[in-house]
């Protein structure tokens, strides 16, 4: 069991009997009085936010989650589908659940995913991928809006910027954590 | 070679800053015929209060504030004395706390809390001589007098409950930091005073009113500032006083600590007085626009 003095910004625990991760905290002791513990909270599931305040003396079970292996198979009406290395289980993750991180999925990839009983809520991918851009227009000169850099589109369909020398066609490295350009791929 | 730390580089200017905003204080309180002391960080005990917690040190304790050594002193004769001191409180880490602060305490003989109100306008006029605050896009006029407000005109102003439903509803710390707090000192830094008696163990209480403590608290742009009240100086209820919030602690399950046998001595020989504490890194936060306690010390506990 955690006790208010283990809130913190990260921290998954169970609230109603879901999984709710904290990304907001703060600490206050109005009037000198007892203290509060606000925290704004993520429901796991379905991602929606809300504002929660703790008094000390409260208590809250861990949420019981899970990391497995799993291989990204393919995207079809159910979501997209992953399976387990290990049992070959599969499982699907939808759309919502995904957000961002459905640009950097590539087939056969391996991913770490958060497991909440047999529910998936979550994903780590590889820290970087490897993505073909498949449009980019040439970089005008004296453009300067911009530095150096011009958008371009990649195979997954996700707009980002790059430095003006990457050509349509070109394989970059791109780091999930922040969806930025790291480097082109020699090939 | 090691890039430099880019953290503890990006906070110079406001480190700077409060080097300087120190210096005035002192010169402030030097000025005005105040003693500067410095009394032992590491003591026996500290005044017992429900809802602080001190951070042992061996069979001693890192005090929580410095108040009852500086009492020791008053009683004995010392009349007008401040201190600036690192002060800990166990637990106690947010955007507006750190567990190690900074604390600013003043005394003053033969005075009451509202000499304390005036000398609060005064500090702030010596240390922004403009007398224009901007804080997080918030223009506070900071120019002497600053607006004075009763706890219960603050609850009927802006919480959707009274003061006394709130009490009854056990709710006073929700509505109090949700509805009252972010308004106070938005145009005019703000003394919210007439506290309950109940919520101000070393305080004197009002002789026309004793339900209500002579304490204040000083806010500017809803950041609470300062704390400050007229001394209890009646040892016996003192005593009491103090017995009783160690019993309610104890029936929390907190750590026994002995009652403060030599300062409820002195007491007795202490004048009338008041005291105020004032947050040193919350005031470095306003005068530097600075939204996290973070970025006004050179170090956190996660930067250690």
Known sequence: ?187 | MADPNQGLAAKQQRLTSRARILTEIRAFFGAAGFLEVETPYRIPCNAPELYIDPLPSDSSVLHTSPELCMKRLLAAGYPQIYQLCHCWRAEEHGSRHLPEFTMLEWYRANSDYRQLMDDCEQLLAKLLPSGKLIYQGQQVDVRPPFERLTLVEAFNRYAPVSLDQAMVEEKFEEHYSDYVEPQLGRCKPTILYDFPAGMAALARTRPDKPQLAERFELYIAGLELANAFSELTDASEQRQRFEAAERQRQELGKPAYPLPERFLQELEQMPEAAGIALGIDRLVMLLTDADSIGQVVAFTPEEL
């Not at chain 1, 998954?12 to 600490?27: A, T």
């Not at chain 1, 995904?98 to 909440?116: G, P, R, S, T």
């Not at chain 1, 150096?148 to 780091?175: C, H, R």
Request: proline fraction near 4%.
């Open chain 1, 1 to 187: 069991m955690y006790s208010c003095s283990d809130l913190k910004k990260g921290l998954k625990l169970m609230i109603d009997d879901e999984p709710h991760v904290i990304v907001g905290f703060d600490f206050t002791k109005p009037g000198k009085g007892q203290a509060l513990y606000k925290c704004k909270l993520r429901n796991m599931i379905t991602g929606s936010l809300f504002d929660r305040t703790y008094r000390s003396g409260e208590s809250f079970k861990p949420a019981p989650l899970e990391e497995r292996d799993m291989q990204y198979l393919y995207q079809d009406d159910t979501g997209y589908v992953f399976m387990d290395t290990k049992t070959y289980d599969q499982i699907s993750l939808s759309e919502e659940t995904l957000a961002d991180d459905k640009y950097f999925l590539v087939d056969n990839m391996e991913v770490k995913i958060l497991m909440f009983g047999e529910l998936g809520i979550g994903i780590t991918l590889p820290i970087f991928v490897n993505l073909r851009v498949t449009q980019s227009d040439p970089w005008v000169k004296g453009d300067t809006a911009a530095g150096n850099n011009k958008p371009a589109t990649v195979e997954t369909g996700y707009t980002l910027q790059v430095p003006s020398f990457v050509d349509e066609g070109v394989l970059i490295q791109i780091d999930t954590r922040t969806g930025d350009y790291v480097t082109r791929v020699k090939e």
